[in-house]
């Protein structure tokens, strides 16, 4: 009996120890959804074809070699200026290369040239010969192989490296600028052999740096934060490593929200889980889910940013008089609320709202909506707290892309009083819902217009634009799908 219960207590703590392993693994695995997602499509990469190509004939071009001298018995040469030029690279494919978590190119039959000096002295039966002149040496069918990876810096953001390239030389052809033929047959050796080698090996160097230098530090000025409205700050670092498929590769970011001075703010949720996406047919893909703007509201509210006040000063010059209590020629606060106008003739309003919690923001299919529950606080210039009561505020909002930069409009908004105090008697809600209305209307959505219009700075590198960006909206994210365009290349 002792031992069968032995038995029972040992399969009972593993079973406790799976299920608990179980619930880490699931746990783990929904905190690891990335606020904000990027995807480059096979469509985006054979646009990187294009850069690529453009980029690595410049480099090539530029390649310059040693000068060389040696001697093989009575011939002695000496080569100088040696240099590549007319680089002709017909096409680049390039695809993705999951193993190597990276991307492969492959540069096919395309051609190099390399110019040089040259000066030749040679011995026949004591009589000493020299020449010198220009050479021009074309390699033709030349192949480079190069596999370039994603890692990742310390600091999380993304690290271009080569991982390795390859190059061969299919032929050459000779051409002096003279007629000696059996000087051209005495160098041709050189070229078949060491010089096409340290060519093969200078094109793969000027690669590697082009990758490891030019675009890795093109790539490390990808936006890694954005202020927002200078006291927010969101953070685009990597969330974990670069995702590549056979189809595609994505970047998961962390996509949080916070107060610039407290960083350190424990945010008590975690993004949910970006819903499948098939479409390809754009170049760049960009998810912004709603755990963006719901940082966003728990860090505002946190620290006390949500806080409106609808103030006569705030009011344009032509609305001021909305906030009188005594107006006898118009309309005003006075005459929605005529105890205002009873109890404090003369008097200017002032309307506080205060966030009560953190908001609420939901995307969905249908578009953008943010739900804000707070106090309004109806006060007058001569007594506080006239008017209390809890007020919710929906907004329906849309966003769009305007330079690299994601921008909003609120476009509906609706109020609700759900309980009201007042301290000058029967007051009608109505009156105080329209008065919030209109106070809405004239300062508040012009302004929150206005910081939406300022936008937030989307994680791309410098000189790379969206060309014909389209917004779409799905559960728990907005979805921007563009083509793009770098350094003007076509």
């Not at 499509?41 to 990187?48: C, E, H, K, Q, S």
């Amino acid at each position: 009996c002792r031992s069968l219960s032995l038995v029972h207590s040992g399969i009972t703590m593993g079973t406790t120890l799976l299920l608990l392993l179980i619930t880490l693994a699931i746990g783990q695995t929904l905190s690891n959804n990335p606020g904000v997602k990027m995807r480059v499509t096979p469509n985006g990469i054979d646009y990187a074809e294009k850069v690529a190509k453009k980029k690595l004939t410049e480099a090539i071009n530029t390649i310059r070699l040693d000068n060389m001298q040696g001697k093989d018995g009575q011939f002695e040469y000496w080569l100088k200026n040696l240099r590549l030029s007319n680089v002709a690279i017909p096409s680049i494919d390039m695809s993705s290369n999951p193993s190597q978590r990276g991307l492969t190119m492959n540069l096919r039959n395309f051609g190099v040239d390399v110019v040089l000096d040259y000066s030749v002295r040679y011995t026949l039966l004591f009589i000493p010969i020299s020449n010198s002149g220009g050479v021009t040496v074309n390699f033709r069918r030349v192949d480079l192989t190069v596999t370039v990876g994603i890692d990742q810096f310390e600091d999380t953001s993304p690290k271009l490296v080569s991982r390795s390239c390859s190059a061969n030389i299919g032929d050459f052809n000779v051409n002096f600028q003279g007629d000696l033929a059996w000087l051209l047959n005495l160098l041709k050796g050189l070229f078949s052999g060491m010089i096409k080698d340290i060519v093969k090996s200078k094109v793969c160097d000027k690669v590697k740096d082009v990758i490891n230098h030019d675009a890795a530090n093109q790539l490390r000025k990808i936006t890694l934060e954005a202020d927002i409205i200078d006291k927010f700050i969101i953070d685009y670092r990597l969330l974990s490593p670069v995702v590549f498929t056979d189809n595609y590769l994505e970047m998961p970011l962390k996509g949080a929200v916070y107060w610039k001075a407290d960083r350190q703010n424990q945010i008590p949720f975690s993004p949910a889980a970006i819903p499948a996406w098939t479409d390809n047919s754009r170049m760049f893909y960009l998810w912004m889910t709603d755990y963006v703007l719901k940082t966003l509201g728990y860090a505002a509210h946190s620290h006390g940013y949500l806080q409106f006040l609808i103030s006569p000063e705030r009011l344009p010059a032509q609305a001021k008089s909305f906030l009188n209590t005594t107006c006898p020629n118009s309309a005003c606060a006075g005459t929605l609320i005529p105890l205002l106008a009873e109890k404090f003739p003369d008097s200017l309003v002032t309307l506080t709202i205060s966030s009560s919690k953190a908001p609420d923001f939901n995307i969905t299919s249908n578009g953008l909506g943010l739900t804000l529950s707070g106090t309004l606080d109806l006060s007058t210039t001569s007594a506080s707290a006239v008017v209390t009561a809890n007020v919710v505020i929906s907004l329906v909002g849309t966003v769009n892309i305007r330079n690299n930069r994601i921008v909003g409009q609120v476009k509906t908004f609706r109020t609700v009083i759900e309980s009201f105090h007042s301290q000058i008697g029967n007051v009608d809600v109505a009156s105080i819902n329209r008065a919030l209305d209109e106070g809405m209307t004239m300062i508040l959505i012009p302004q929150l217009n206005a910081i939406a219009d300022g936008g937030v700075m989307l994680p791309v590198i410098p000189d790379l634009n969206f060309k014909n960006p389209r917004i779409s909206y799905q559960d728990n994210a907005v979805i921007v799908g563009s083509d793009v365009q770098y350094q003007g290349i076509a």
